[in-house]
Every structure is written in structure tokens, then in C-alpha cells.
């Protein structure tokens, strides 16, 4: 059943980090079969373990995510784009008059 490391994910490793630069800067990342993305989808031609290294020279927090840690945080960020959306779109009918053409006439 598979080889050993990295390609059967033994040992877990990082599957998500942030970098928070103070002052309401964050960098969320992803690591995806080994390769990083900015959470925006955007590749990063760097290893996760050298960005981290880096922003812990630069004197920046970081907080590392195992796989399960990752998804309770996309699950709970996912429940709170669905409340904020509902509460958007809750002030946006009450912002103005009546839609005559449902979202777009407003």
C-alpha cells in the first residue's frame, strides 16, 4: 500500500499556513500535491517550508494547519460566507425600493 513519506502521507505535514505581517495583514496559503498557492489560487514558485522560514526571519507570525485542522477551518469559514451572504443580501433589499427585476433591478 503505497511507499513511505511524502507520497503516502504518513506524518500528516503542513496542508495550510498563515503568515500575519501585524496590522491586519494576513497571507493565507495552500499546499496542494506539494505545490503552494496563495488562497486566492494564485502558484507561489517556493516550498512551503522556505516561506515559512522566511517570515519567521522577517519576525512575521506563522500558524501551521494539518490536514484536519485545515478542513474544520474551511468548514467554519464556508458557514460564515453563507451567514454574511444571507445578512448582504438581507441589507441590500432593504437599502432601497422594491426589485422590479429581481437582484439586477435594484
Not at 496590522?23 to 495552500?30: A, I, M, P, T
Not at 500535491?33 to 514558485?45: F, L, Q, S
Amino acid at each position: 500500500m503505497g511507499g513511505r513519506g511524502s507520497s503516502s502521507r504518513i506524518g500528516g505535514g503542513v496542508a495550510a499556513f498563515d503568515i500575519d505581517m501585524g496590522e491586519g495583514s494576513k497571507s493565507r496559503f495552500v499546499v496542494r500535491k506539494g505545490k503552494v498557492y496563495r488562497e486566492t489560487g494564485d502558484a507561489v514558485n517556493m516550498s512551503a517550508s522556505q516561506l515559512i522560514k522566511n517570515a519567521k526571519q522577517q519576525g512575521y507570525d506563522v500558524t501551521t494547519y494539518n490536514s484536519s485542522q485545515y478542513k474544520e477551518r474551511e468548514s467554519k469559514r464556508k458557514a460564515d460566507r453563507k451567514n454574511t451572504d444571507k445578512f448582504l443580501n438581507e441589507q441590500w433589499y432593504k437599502a432601497g425600493p422594491r426589485p422590479k427585476k429581481g437582484m439586477k433591478g435594484h
